[in-house]
């Protein structure tokens, strides 16, 4: 069924007998606002994807779409230290959009959302002529609110998971590539992880002194950390954690675009020399490899990358500018 054979009330009625009640709800899907019930620090986000700017229909399934957006939108809520609560979803939808795809769509989100522990409590339908997806995702902060400012000179840097993948993932769908490595790269660029259990931890044990998730590339994104920390840093390439579908696609020597692909959606904090210990004992809690990278300098002496022999490596750009050609 078309959407615009059904139309935008009856979809949303549709929609709104599949949310799950929310005992933090006090009003969700049906009025003008939703009314919801706030303790401590909100933290507030908000993000959008555009079809054939940040996605393709043909590259996955619409419950995957819904995953997503919500997703890239809960890892800015883990880089601040918190833990996602209520979503606002803002739709523009041609009208010859299938019914059945936008169930799935929201099928993926509202899953994704109460695998965390929060709800979908409104939004907004309108046509457009593409698909757009907006998100305002709020969230609550228990412990310290982490930010980009706090980074200290002789500071440990880390990074969470594996860089590049998700870069590498988008090349091999618009390449058409179809081997077991790439399916995994394609992977990490359709279903991003949110890191929801180490940005609150980091928070909660007193680790990080600064945090960012990595959005753009990891240069792009240290460079925000660095610029309102006023600190330099110095980044091993030797030590970027590469995936074994990544070192078998590109090489363990080609570092690019684990430095400068976007979308990878790990988080980029600061810790004190000391707490490698501590460090270290999150990540096995948590489950979720924590590598260091490099470390905070003066910012006088800015921002570089050391090769495996000391010597500056230079990539090509430092990431992902939505209104600068790469």
Not at 73 to 102: R, Y
Not at 255 to 271: C, I, K, P, Q, V
Not at 303 to 317: E, I, Q
Request: charged share 20%; hydrophobic share 45%; proline share 5%.
């Amino acid at each position: 069924m078309k959407l615009r054979d059904l139309g935008e009330f009856p979809f949303l009625r549709r929609l709104r007998s599949r949310v799950p009640a929310d005992p933090q709800v006090l009003l969700g899907l049906g009025d003008d606002c939703a009314a919801v019930a706030l303790s401590g620090t909100t933290l507030l986000t908000t993000d959008a994807m555009i079809e054939n700017v940040h996605f393709r229909r043909e590259w996955a399934p619409f419950t995957v779409l819904g995953e997503k957006a919500f997703s890239v939108n809960a890892s800015d809520i883990a880089a601040m230290g918190g833990e996602p609560t209520f979503a606002l979803l803002s739709l523009g939808v041609p009208q010859d959009c299938e019914v059945e795809d936008l169930d799935a769509f929201f099928a993926g989100f509202v899953q994704a959302a109460g695998a965390c522990g929060a709800a979908l409590v409104g939004g907004n339908m309108s046509a457009a002529p593409c698909l757009m997806l907006s998100v305002t995702l709020l969230g609550r902060a228990p412990h310290k609110v982490l930010t980009r400012a706090g980074a200290r000179v002789d500071d440990d840097l880390y990074v969470t998971g594996t860089l590049g993948d998700a870069a590498l993932g988008l090349r091999m769908l618009r390449e058409e590539k179809d081997s077991q490595e790439a399916q995994e790269v394609k992977d990490r660029f359709l279903r991003p992880t949110a890191r929801l259990t180490v940005g609150p931890e980091a928070a909660a044990r007193g680790l990080a002194t600064a945090m960012i998730d990595v959005s753009d590339g990891l240069l792009q994104d240290l460079g925000h950390l660095c610029e309102e920390s006023r600190v330099g840093a110095v980044v091993e390439a030797q030590a970027l954690p590469l995936s074994r579908a990544y070192r078998a696609l590109l090489g363990g020597g080609d570092w690019s675009l684990a430095l400068t692909g976007g979308e990878d959606y790990e988080l980029l904090f600061s810790a004190a020399a000391d707490l490698r210990t501590a460090v270290a004992a999150l990540a096995q809690k948590s489950g979720c490899p924590i590598t260091r990278i490099g470390r905070v300098v003066p910012q006088a002496e800015g921002l570089s990358v050391r090769g495996p022999d000391g010597a500056p490596y230079t990539p090509g750009h430092a990431g992902y500018d939505h209104f600068r050609p790469t």
